[in-house]
T-cell receptor
């Protein structure tokens, strides 16, 4: 079983809609969780951390479910500029601690 | 601050050639790493370093060497390029207290023919 799994998509979503996607991880000893964003042909950048109590940053909400070993990202009132690939990242699951998922591709349509 | 810089941006090599991908950061970060990103494979760790003089292997180290003589620089050497090394290479750095917040360079797109 892969350590961090994501639905690759693409998720095609109309502008203004709410979209959510999940990421599952296999190592129950994983300590911390993050979402990175990667624009086409660009480098990944940290979007937000994921806490057990949930974490909200503007239109973005990230949540962690340790019992079921998944994290989620919800985007409300989606904008065209939200189109990107969202990478799920787990600390404590790999050689140097950080394990990246393959990413979920999101396309916001006008 | 320039952040993390990588050179070159693009490179084409013939099988068997060697080359060095350069990476530098000006944030005084202790932790630096090299990843490769392939379609459908995600980011995979090649080598990493927790400080000058200290390096270690990641998930896919074969065919690559690294060294860390200074805090700022972390070059990646391809010893004898193979078509399987065609990929996008990202260098990243972070402070030791926040290793999860990795700052990535713009990447090097390498093609091996």
């Amino acid at each position: 079983r892969k350590e961090v799994e994501q639905d690759p998509g693409p998720f095609n979503v109309p502008e203004g809609a709410t979209v959510a996607f999940n990421c599952t991880y296999s190592n129950s000893a994983s300590q911390s969780f993050f979402w990175y964003r990667q624009d086409c042909r660009k480098e990944p950048k940290l979007l937000m951390s994921v806490y057990s109590s949930g974490n909200e940053d503007g239109r973005f909400t990230a949540q962690l479910n340790r019992a079921s070993q998944y994290i989620s990202l919800l985007i409300r009132d989606s904008k065209l500029s939200d189109s990107a690939t969202y990478l799920c990242v787990v600390l404590g699951g790999g050689a140097d601690g950080l394990t990246f998922g393959k990413g979920t591709h999101l396309i916001i349509q006008p | 601050n320039a952040g993390v810089t990588q050179t070159p941006k693009f490179q084409v090599l013939k099988t068997g050639q060697s080359m060095t991908l350069q990476c530098a950061q000006d944030m005084n970060h202790e932790y630096m790493s090299w990843y490769r990103q392939d379609p459908g494979m995600g980011l995979r760790l090649i080598h990493y370093s927790v400080g000058a003089g200290i390096t270690d292997q990641g998930e896919v180290p074969n065919g690559y060497n690294v060294s860390r003589s200074t805090t700022e620089d972390f070059p990646l050497r391809l010893l004898s390029a193979a078509p399987s090394q065609t990929s996008v290479y990202f260098c990243a750095s972070s402070s030791w207290t926040n290793t999860y917040e990795q700052y990535f360079g713009p990447g090097t797109r390498l093609t091996v023919t």
